[in-house]
T-cell receptor, first 111, second 114 residues
């Protein structure tokens, strides 16, 4: 089977940097994705890592280490609007883009 | 329509009733998915379809059925609703040929089964 572990909550102050970790166990690895969800609304795609290393998209970066079965999402220059839930996800084996999601990390940005 | 839509937005349903949640996308994506989201459990895959005419079971398929008659529509049916099916249901779609694995989600349907 597949399982992913994330911290349930993280709190940080505006302007700071925060890292949300994700460790996974999966039979066959096809990449790690990150999604953001505000207030129970539609999750939105943030990033995807298929290979080891850092992917940067503006204030957000995502890192993957396949040998450690570990990844993280790094959010820089935090803003109040970054308060949301963040989910890591791995692609299921067997073809297609089916995803197994972690249980999510609720990020609270404070003044 | 822009993107992916779901209907209804919310519904209260008596146990034992039949209910169909609708999902439509206009992005011509070949793959579509249904997830349920429960507090503390994240998103769990119910059923999926890699292309029109085919469907498959996800992690939690029991009590649900789907069909994929065409590219755009992917309805989810609860044949006889039970209270444990109270959840938020998200439909998603993706271009299976894309290398970056992005799924696009609808706004969700909040379903309460009493």
């Amino acid at each position: 089977g597949q399982s992913l572990e994330q911290p349930s909550e993280v709190t940080a102050v505006e302007g700071a940097i925060v890292q949300i970790n994700c460790t996974y166990q999966t039979s066959g690895f096809y990449g790690l994705s990150w999604y953001q969800q505000h207030d129970g609304g539609a999750p939105t795609f943030l990033s995807y890592n298929a290979l080891d290393g850092l992917e940067e998209t503006g204030r957000f970066s995502s890192f993957l280490s396949r040998s450690d079965s570990y990844g993280y999402l790094l959010l820089q220059e935090l803003q109040m609007k970054d308060s949301a839930s963040y989910f890591c996800a791995v692609r299921k084996p067997g073809g297609g883009n089916k995803l197994t999601f972690g249980t999510g990390t609720q990020l609270k940005v404070e003044l | 329509i822009a993107g992916i839509t779901q209907a209804p937005t919310s519904q209260i349903l008596a146990a034992g009733r039949r209910m169909t949640l609708r999902c439509t996308q206009d992005m011509r994506h070949n793959a579509m998915y249904w997830y349920r989201q429960d507090l503390g459990l994240g998103l769990r895959l119910i059923h999926y379809s890699n292309t029109a005419g085919t469907t498959g079971k996800g992690e939690v398929p029991d009590g649900y059925s789907v069909s994929r008659a065409n590219t755009d529509d992917f309805p989810l049916t609860l044949a006889s609703a039970v209270p444990s099916q109270t959840s938020v249901y998200f439909c998603a779609s993706s271009d299976e040929g894309a290398s970056y694995n992005e799924q696009f989600f609808g706004p969700g349907t909040r379903l309460t089964v009493l």
